[in-house]
């Protein structure tokens, strides 16, 4: 389900106060340059577990992830949705399938409340043609993500169920860190998603992490999940 405000927000400063939060596309460009990308752009704001987009439609421009979390999904061969890669702000997202020509391959899902932009295609090509600094972040970013989604698909089909779950859980770690004491993951997954982010049902994966739990490597609170043992939990994470 997807159910989402939408604000026109010309004239703010948006892409230069993200260019501050390390968005790495636009490391290096100019202020004016960047306004570029701010002229008629749109911000929309999703409620957690919202369609940001889904396979099969087109891109209509260039989304931005400026506050929130969002996953990515794929149909593997077997018809079964596995996530792929994860984003947190500030970064863009569906990017590549933006400039193939063709339709989004990917679902994407918020995992919190989010504020996205939408940056009108024309614009994003206009400063991809005119500043060599811009177009060499975006290629450096899509070998970023097209490697991560290579690295998830492979480790999924060659890896045992409780190193998977291990994998997806330092996954998460290495996206969205900890919290303040250290060893909480700062990110609320449904053990629905980290079953996705596993590949394997949720029986499986919930039969998995109560494994880790009474092996002492990690300890689950209520909906948070903690890492008490990290160097344990990188060694099954390696095991294949």
């Given at each position: 389900m997807t159910s989402y405000e939408v604000n026109n927000c010309e004239g703010t400063s948006f892409c230069d106060s993200c260019q501050h939060s390390k968005n790495?596309?636009?490391?290096?460009?100019?202020?004016?340059?960047?306004?570029?990308?701010?002229?008629?752009?749109?911000?929309?704001?999703?409620k957690r577990g919202d369609l940001v987009f889904r396979e099969g439609t087109f891109p209509s421009g260039l989304f931005c992830l400026r506050e929130g979390k969002v996953m990515v999904t794929k149909k593997d061969q077997y018809n079964n949705e596995v996530v792929i890669n994860l984003h947190k702000d500030v970064s863009f997202i569906?990017?590549?399938?933006?400039?193939?020509?063709?339709?989004?391959?990917?679902?994407?899902?918020?995992?919190?409340?989010?504020?996205?932009?939408?940056?009108?295609?024309?614009h994003v090509n206009e400063l991809l043609d005119n500043n060599k600094t811009f177009s060499r972040n975006v290629l450096k970013e899509m070998a970023a993500h097209y490697h991560q989604s290579n690295k998830r698909m492979l480790n999924l089909t060659k890896k045992y169920m409780r190193a998977r779950v291990a994998d997806a859980l330092?996954?998460?770690?290495?996206?969205?860190?900890?919290?303040?004491?250290?060893?909480?993951?700062?990110?609320?997954?449904k053990r629905k998603h980290l079953?996705?982010?596993?590949?394997?049902?949720?029986?499986?994966?919930i039969r998995n992490l109560s494994?880790?739990?009474?092996?002492?490597?990690?300890?689950?609170i209520n909906k948070d999940i903690a890492i008490e043992d990290m160097d344990r939990l990188l060694a099954?994470?390696?095991?294949?």
């Open positions: 790495p596309c636009l490391s290096g460009v100019h202020t004016l340059d960047r306004s570029i990308l701010d002229s008629d752009r749109n911000v929309m704001n999703y569906g990017i590549s399938d933006l400039f193939s020509g063709g339709p989004y391959t990917t679902d994407c899902y918020a995992l919190t409340d989010c504020q996205i932009c939408m940056i009108r295609k024309d330092h996954f998460l770690m290495e996206t969205y860190g900890l919290q303040e004491d250290g060893k909480t993951l700062a990110v609320y997954f079953a996705l982010l596993s590949n394997m049902n949720i029986s499986n994966a494994s880790l739990q009474k092996d002492g490597i990690i300890k689950i099954i994470k390696d095991q294949e």
